[in-house]
């Protein structure tokens, strides 16, 4: 027994949700995004993932307003080191990356290793916040997208945003209003993923 009303209960909503899931183009976001009280939902949400040994192996980076600019500039620097000849257009793609969608979640993983917990899990706990984050957007009408892109994993880019030895980038959650309407994709068939033992 335990005295948590939302638990033990069914929640048909929820399921919708969970099997209606899709996700919306980065590319093709615009505002209003989450406001602060529904962005503390969304990152709470993330940090109630499961996680073997209670390390919250992971952390959040938020991007909206201003931040998503001097993200853009950062973009443009890593560029430059990376593609010294670079294209005006190219340069522009990297200023105004964080400017498609109104706010950007970066899930960072922190994983320790040389302890008891192997660093697969604790990845796999980062993987569940970045999902847990885009459902609870999803619930609050948003769409969401996770997209690691090449910034995740550009040393430059990694430094610039604070991330230390070891750490991850497990996603960019980027996080709007559709701004075309939704297509679903095939799923896969269940017959080919599932075995019985
Ligand atoms: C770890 C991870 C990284 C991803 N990175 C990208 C990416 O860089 N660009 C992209 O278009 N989609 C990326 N995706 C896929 C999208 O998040 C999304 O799943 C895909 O567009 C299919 O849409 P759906 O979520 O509706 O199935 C990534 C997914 C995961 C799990």
Known sequence: MNDN???????????????????????????????????????????????????????????????????????VKALAASEPNASPARVEQERTRFLRAPLIVAVISSARELIPIPVWEQELSAGAVCQNMLLAAHAMGYVGQWVSEWCAYDPFVKNAIGLKAGERVAGYLYFGQPAEPLEERPRPSLEALVTRF
């Open 5 to 75: 009303p939302s638990l033990n209960r069914p929640a048909p909503q929820t399921l919708d949700l969970l099997l209606s899931r899709r996700s919306g183009s980065a590319k093709t976001m615009s505002g209003p995004g989450p406001d602060g009280e529904e962005l503390r939902t969304i990152l709470a949400a993330g940090a109630r993932v499961p996680d073997h040994g209670k390390l919250a192996p992971w952390r959040f980076i938020v991007f909206e307003g201003e931040g998503r600019e001097r993200m853009g500039e950062v973009l």
